[in-house]
């Protein structure tokens, strides 16, 4: 079974950068769509991003548009799904999880989850 794992996370001042990664290991991912998702506390999991699966396509919440960036490379590297998040928020502070869909394109629900990590963005 696809497991994913989630790194990256940390705690960072306002306006600086994050790069968080999503990879397994056993499995590639080169035939998935991957999301991104975050959930704050007492609030709903939002999705943040998707790239399809030959990372031709994708997608972002408009409240990170312009400030991450997700991003794959098949060739280079199958087993790893990136967000690099530029100009942080307070805001943006929550657990960060990636997903991995079945299908290759940013439709339908997501089969595979990972844990997550914390990303805090305070002064």
């Known amino acids: 079974q696809l497991q994913l794992v989630e790194s990256g996370g940390g705690l960072v001042q306002p306006g600086g950068s994050l790069r968080l990664s999503c990879a397994t290991s056993g499995f590639t991912l080169e035939h998935y769509a991957i999301g991104w998702f975050r959930q704050a506390p007492g609030k709903e999991r939002e999705e943040v991003s998707c790239?399809?699966?030959?990372?031709?396509?994708?997608?972002?919440a408009d409240f990170v548009k312009g400030r991450f960036t997700i991003s794959r490379d098949n060739e280079k590297n199958a087993n790893t799904v990136y967000l690099q998040m530029n100009s942080l928020k307070p805001e943006d502070t929550a657990v960060y999880y990636c997903a991995a869909r079945s299908i290759r394109l940013c439709v339908g629900l997501y089969d595979y989850w990972g844990q997550g990590t914390q990303v805090t963005v305070s002064s």
């Open positions: 790239i399809t699966a030959s990372g031709g396509s994708t997608n972002y």
